[in-house]
């Protein structure tokens, strides 16, 4: 097992972002909780990135940034902070890396560039956990065992287990079972997070370099933000779409739906903000 972070991330500020007020031990109880509650409050996004702006690993960036910042951040953020909470609470947490397959041909290969969590002290455990995948991320934790359907608070999900003896986690969307990503259990150290960091922040074919992304989801709907065009899902019912045509109505939809705290003064963002909404899909 590796250490996600050499320094704990407060806790106390983390529950109040989130809004936890439960029991503090390791449980399934609280697992289940700080999982839905997280992507319910913290937003996937990539406005650093599109930025120029360096993505920082540590604690003390998830606290200023996530927790008191207001902002969002994508899939180590989320899932670095996320495992370091647990282990402070006393969950044994496992880093895992995860090849993307959602929206992806068939048989395309592409590098580990995702990040997820192997969780274990709960009595029916190991468990799997994510909170940074997107437009899709999980609301609630799932158990290591292939072929169960598991029920989240949004979608059900399943882990299909290969026989190569990797996983590949599916969601059942608009009835249809659709990929996720795959993963083996092969545990990560930091060092290698930071690397794949790096590289989604610079390479010029990486598409977080290139695209503005965020989502987040409430108790009711799922918010999904592609440059300038928003999609509403709605649980159990029918989805919408919106392109967006301002930079005011870009930036009222970051800050009121995907619940993301901008500056007031920022001539970079709001150059940013104008070339997104001026993109034609």
Same mark, same amino acid.
């Given at each position: 097992?590796?250490?996600?972070?050499?320094?704990?991330?407060?806790?106390?500020?983390?529950?109040?972002?989130?809004?936890?007020?439960?029991?503090?031990?390791?449980?399934?109880?609280?697992?289940?909780?700080?999982?839905?509650?997280?992507?319910?409050?913290?937003?996937?996004?990539?406005?650093?990135?599109?930025?120029?702006?360096?993505?920082?690993?540590?604690?003390?960036?998830?606290?200023?940034?996530?927790?008191?910042?207001?902002?969002?951040?994508?899939?180590?953020?989320?899932?670095?902070?996320?495992?370091?909470?647990?282990?402070?609470?006393?969950?044994?947490?496992?880093?895992?890396?995860?090849?993307?397959?959602?929206?992806?041909?068939?048989?395309?290969?592409?590098?580990?560039?995702?990040? #997820?969590?192997?969780?274990?002290?709960?009595?029916?455990?190991?468990?799997?956990?994510?909170?940074?995948?997107?437009?899709?991320?999980?609301?609630?934790?799932?158990?290591?065992?292939?072929?169960?359907?598991?029920?989240?608070?949004?979608?059900?999900?399943?882990?299909?287990?290969?026989?190569?003896?990797?996983?590949? #986690?599916?969601?059942?969307?608009?009835?249809?079972?659709?990929?996720?990503?795959?993963?083996?259990?092969?545990?990560?150290?930091?060092?290698?997070?930071?690397?794949?960091?790096?590289?989604?922040?610079?390479?010029?074919?990486?598409?977080?370099?290139?695209?503005?992304?965020?989502?987040?989801?409430?108790?009711?709907?799922?918010?999904?933000?592609?440059?300038?065009?928003?999609?509403?899902?709605?649980?159990?019912?029918?989805?919408?779409?919106?392109?967006?045509?301002?930079?005011?109505?870009?930036?009222?939809?970051?800050?009121?739906? #995907?619940?993301?705290?901008?500056?007031?003064?920022?001539?970079?963002?709001?150059?940013?903000?104008?070339?997104?909404?001026?993109?034609?899909?």
């Amino acid at each position: 097992m590796h250490a996600l972070l050499a320094d704990a991330v407060d806790v106390d500020a983390y529950f109040q972002r989130i809004g936890y007020t439960g029991p503090r031990g390791a449980s399934l109880e609280t697992l289940a909780a700080l999982h839905h509650l997280q992507p319910c409050a913290i937003a996937f996004e990539d406005l650093d990135p599109l930025l120029q702006r360096p993505v920082i690993l540590t604690a003390a960036a998830f606290e200023r940034k996530l927790l008191h910042g207001g902002r969002g951040g994508w899939c180590y953020e989320q899932n670095l902070m996320l495992g370091r909470v647990l282990q402070s609470l006393g969950f044994g947490v496992t880093g895992l890396a995860a090849r993307v397959l959602w929206n992806q041909p068939e048989g395309t290969v592409r590098a580990r560039t995702h990040m #997820l969590l192997r969780v274990e002290g709960v009595a029916d455990g190991p468990y799997i956990a994510d909170v940074g995948f997107g437009g899709l991320t999980m609301t609630g934790p799932l158990r290591l065992v292939p072929d169960l359907e598991q029920p989240t608070p949004h979608e059900v999900f399943c882990l299909r287990h290969e026989p190569d003896g990797t996983y590949i #986690l599916q969601a059942l969307v608009r009835d249809a079972w659709k990929p996720l990503y795959c993963f083996d259990l092969q545990p990560q150290a930091l060092i290698d997070y930071e690397i794949w960091n790096w590289h989604l922040c610079h390479h010029p074919d990486s598409p977080f370099a290139r695209n503005l992304m965020a989502a987040r989801v409430t108790p009711e709907r799922r918010y999904g933000l592609l440059n300038n065009r928003l999609s509403i899902h709605h649980l159990h019912g029918a989805s919408e779409q919106t392109t967006l045509t301002t930079s005011a109505q870009l930036r009222e939809t970051l800050t009121g739906p #995907l619940n993301i705290r901008l500056p007031e003064e920022d001539p970079e963002l709001d150059a940013l903000l104008e070339r997104v909404v001026s993109i034609r899909t």
